[in-house]
């Protein structure tokens, strides 16, 4: 039987141009993932890294860049969140990690995508842990990353918001050894090119300035909150076209362009 909280392994389609900004963090997932896949006679000198660690506030796109490199590397993509394997029938939620494994082994080569690792490898030994179910999930997870070795062709990539919950033991050698921090983008180049990178599937009117927009925008925006804005502009930019083909101006047959206004509005909300 499936996990329901695994889905279906396929390649992605999210392309490095989708993420803005973030050089270092793609270069160095890059390395980490593509060097290995390309030099397998690298595997033999050492470079034997199974796990990374994607850390961070939320919205970051943490997923995305996840995503992007199994598309880029042509692996499949497994994405499975903690807590969803989480299960309070004994002994199901180790059952769940097992086949988590099993499936990306068959699924090879992949990345499987864990999201909010902290929730399924707390510290272990904490009280409130009654009968230390979650120890013996932490264990689990561990032995299911101790038995890979890239030469396996799975490449696990963690995510999480709080990497100081997790159980230490996950950042050994051989486990999730890469930490890579991913944050909000806090000068306005970088936001610019996520912008971009968001606005590559819109269509705009020659009119927008993508540069004021951002000034315009608050100091902190995560990638989350610029997709929030972009998916606001576009709602305005719908409801503009409905009243102009309405009033007889415009037709459906042509594309829904974003306009300055449609910014501004968004920009108030
Ligand atoms: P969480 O911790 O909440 O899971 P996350 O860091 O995994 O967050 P993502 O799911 O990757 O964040 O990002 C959410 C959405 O924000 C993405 O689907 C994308 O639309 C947008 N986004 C985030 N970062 C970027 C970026 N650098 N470039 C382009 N879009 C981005």
Known sequence: AQSKSVGAPKIPNVHWED????????????????????????????????????????GTGKTLLAK????????????VKGPELINMYVGQSEENIREVFHRARS????????????SLA??????????GVMDRVVSQLLAELDALNSSVGVFVIGAT???????????????????????????????LQVLQAILRKFRLDPAVNL?????????????????????DAMTAAIKRKISLIEAGLDSEESPVLLSPDDFSSALEN
Not at 107 to 118: G, K, M, Q, R
């Open 211 to 231: 540069q004021e927009v951002v000034d315009r925008c608050p100091a902190q925006m995560t990638g989350a909150d610029l997709y929030a804005l972009c998916s």
């Open 161 to 191: 918001n709080r990497p100081d919950l997790l159980d230490q033991s996950l950042l050994r050698p051989g486990r999730f050894d890469k930490l890579i921090y991913v944050g909000i983008n806090e000068d306005r180049a970088s936001q």
């Open 122 to 131: 707390p510290r272990r030994g904490r009280s409130g842990d009654s009968g």
């Open 68 to 79: 992007a490199v199994a598309t880029e590397c042509s692996l499949t993509f497994l994405s």
């Open 107 to 118: 699924a090879a080569p992949c990345v499987v995508f864990f999201d909010e690792l902290d």
């Open 19 to 58: 993420i803005g900004g973030l050089q270092l963090v793609k270069k160095e997932i890059l390395d980490t993932v593509q060097l290995p896949l390309q030099h397998p006679e690298l595997l033999s000198l050492g470079l034997n890294r199974t796990g990374v660690l994607l850390y961070g506030p939320p």
